[in-house]
């Protein structure tokens, strides 16, 4: 069993925790929190017998395989890097890190920790749904890109309309719509179509100086890739993948709740996905945990040159629409 | 009645002149074309006594007081020059003109030709779905833009792939994307939103050098407005435009068949539209009868200068993508 410590106490947390129960391979140890009363809370609405902790060095000098961070996007990196460093391996919310800086740092962690993982906790690459996809585009004889929207009002933006800055809308904790549903948008289009000659992010800016909703242009060869993100609209597009006269839909591009193919104009579309499970985290919860049991180093370093790729993208369209977070300019001393 | 004449034998001539049939204003009276005896097969095909001419200086000396032109693009300039001097009203296909130059010497003709009348004929802005999109526009208590889509198949795809060249896709007849389905979008963005600050047209591009597909990103002061045109894909998606958490929705951005309007996330939408004609044309045509006729000169300038904003940002958004047309260089002579 991997005993598991976890770093964030929000609604994410509580799904990964559901998640892992369903899997033999993980036994839910501690929980840290810069506050201890909130830590305890939190194992209370969880129902679980915890090690609270609120002292990071002691989290992780306990006696914990795995570390899983669900924190703002800016403290990633350093929480990363400690647990590394602890011995422990990671399992981070995407975006992982900030910047492409960041993410070499981290590299040279783990090339000096022969046998840890880190993972980037892109759950929907891990869905059946998403494989289906893949599998789908694979057959195409050619391609001609996509349109992928992933565009929904946070539940946050009406606080911040009043006045409040919630994190996900500041650059000092990393937010954005690109950052938190945009890296969805560009999971998908690395996996599936690589890496871009050339991106191109044209935001809407927010008060704070982030993107409250943007279209990315990513051009390839032969085709392009465009990408809508936004979190102050509400958005029921449906996402699609296109080859001549087919079009393969998928009804949500960070969600892969339905896909089907549709072969030529007027045809009836061709149902290719499955019934999701009820929390989407089941999937990538059993890819980590197989990884690390069976040190199946191929498939993790192939998850981690994505994560590095990704990262990449992710780095260069925001750069693209001139928005620099704090771990930019500090990357440049 | 207004004598009416006709330039192009092609589809969308025979939908106007069953437009046209529906309305009172209008004597359907000659044809030109190059070829006389394609002119006689057409007017065969339409069932009606006309009078065909393969000399456009004869057919424009004739007597008529209107002229409808629906020629490949890059020819509507000459041909509308040559109807306006010879003292006729024009009704031109969209996009009217490949460039700001070819606009500007129009509204010059225009200027020396008072109490006549040039209209481009984007019949969309005159359907009623189109004017419940625009009222609901201007009921938002504040703009979020749209995301507009009209990316259709073409029927001349397929030999374009087998190494033909239809007008449609060369920079010669002024082709692409943008300029064929892209124009309804810019149409739909500049009517609803006005002119845009910035453009940028990301194509991809065909072997002939123009766009077979592309998006397009206008930024406005406080939001954005993409456009996805293709003619190479084939893409079922609706159009959206936002405020906050309401969203209404087009079925096409070009068509106009339902409209509704979502309120908030997860409530019932309700259906802003009613049932549109089988001939979308005959709303414009209704239109410009109505101005001739009533000699109503404030709706012609409105609609004159609609049509001039639209052929900037048509042009900017070709430009910005590089792409250049024969009319162009001609223009910097």
Chains 1, 2 share one sequence.
Request: no cysteine.
């Amino acid at each position: 069993m991997l005993k598991i410590g976890l770093i964030g106490t929000n609604w994410l947390t509580k799904q990964f925790v559901a998640a892992i129960r369903t899997i033999d391979y993980y036994q839910l140890t501690a929980l840290y929190s810069r506050k201890l009363t909130r830590a305890q809370e939190f194992g209370v609405e969880i129902e679980q017998e915890l090690a609270y902790f609120d002292d990071l060095t002691a989290f992780l000098a306990s006696d914990l395989d795995v570390i899983y961070i669900a924190t703002p996007n800016s403290l990633h990196f350093q929480q990363v890097k400690s647990a590394l460093e602890a011995g422990k391996h990671v399992i981070v919310e995407k975006p992982a890190f900030d910047n492409p800086q960041q993410m070499q740092t981290i590299q040279e962690v783990l090339q000096a920790h022969p046998g840890q993982y880190l993972f980037e906790a892109a759950r929907h690459i891990h869905e059946p749904n998403f494989q289906a996809v893949t599998q789908a585009i694979a057959e195409f004889d050619h391609q001609d890109g996509a349109v992928l929207t992933y565009m929904k009002y946070s539940s946050k933006f009406d606080a911040f309309l009043k006045g409040d800055t919630p994190n996900i809308f500041t650059k000092e904790f990393a937010g954005g719509a690109l950052q938190d549903l945009g890296v969805y948008l560009v999971y998908d289009a690395v996996s599936w179509f690589g890496v871009p000659e050339k991106v191109q992010y044209t935001p809407t800016l927010l008060r704070t100086g982030i993107d409250g909703r943007g279209t990315a242009v990513l051009t390839y060869p032969d085709f392009q890739v465009t990408l809508n993100t936004g979190k102050n609209v509400q958005s029921h597009l449906v996402s699609e993948i296109y080859s001549g006269k087919q079009t393969l839909t998928i009804d949500n591009a960070g969600e892969f709740n339905q896909v089907t193919l549709t072969k030529a104009p007027g045809v009836q579309p061709i149902v290719l996905s499955q019934q999701p499970d009820t929390n989407p985290m089941i999937h990538e919860a059993q890819a980590f945990g197989d990884i690390i049991n069976n040190h199946d180093q191929a498939r993790f370093e192939r998850l981690n040159s994505l994560s590095i790729n990704v990262n990449h993208v992710l780095y260069n369209l925001r750069r693209s629409a001139g928005i620099v977070f704090p771990a930019d300019e500090d990357g440049r001393k």
